[in-house]
């Protein structure tokens, strides 16, 4: 069974950071590609980026605006997303997700993390 666990929302405010981290089994890690996707209230789910298993990352060109990095630490099975000068529209609960091919479209990813909310205030 794949699990997928966020975990470092939380509120901050605009120009502020947070790391987000989406902590798997070994099997999971060293089997898929894992991504980070946001949602926003009303709004369909965006893919941020992805990572293979041998470190290639791979952004939404129009997300993010270069101020996200996708990393992972393989000793510790975790995946992370630096996020760095927060403004409010980056308001959404964030997500993890796993498939076994890389791709920006959220329907190929066949496993999902239960989210965590990060709120910006202004």
């Known amino acids: 069974q794949v699990q997928l666990v966020e975990s470092g929302g939380g509120l901050v405010q605009a120009g502020g950071s947070l790391r987000l981290s989406c902590t798997t089994s070994?099997?999971?890690?060293?089997?898929?590609?894992l991504a980070w996707f946001r949602q926003a209230p009303g709004k369909e789910r965006e893919f941020i980026a992805h990572m293979s298993r041998f470190g290639a990352a791979t952004y939404n060109p129009d997300s993010v605006e270069g101020r996200f990095t996708i990393s992972r630490d393989n000793a510790k099975h975790t995946l992370y997303l630096q996020m760095n000068n927060l403004k409010p529209e980056d308001t959404a609960v964030y997500l993890c997700a796993a498939t076994e091919l890389g791709t920006a479209n959220p329907d190929a990813y066949n496993y999902w993390g239960q989210g965590t909310q990060v709120t910006v205030s202004s």
């Open positions: 070994e099997r999971t890690y060293s089997t898929y590609v």
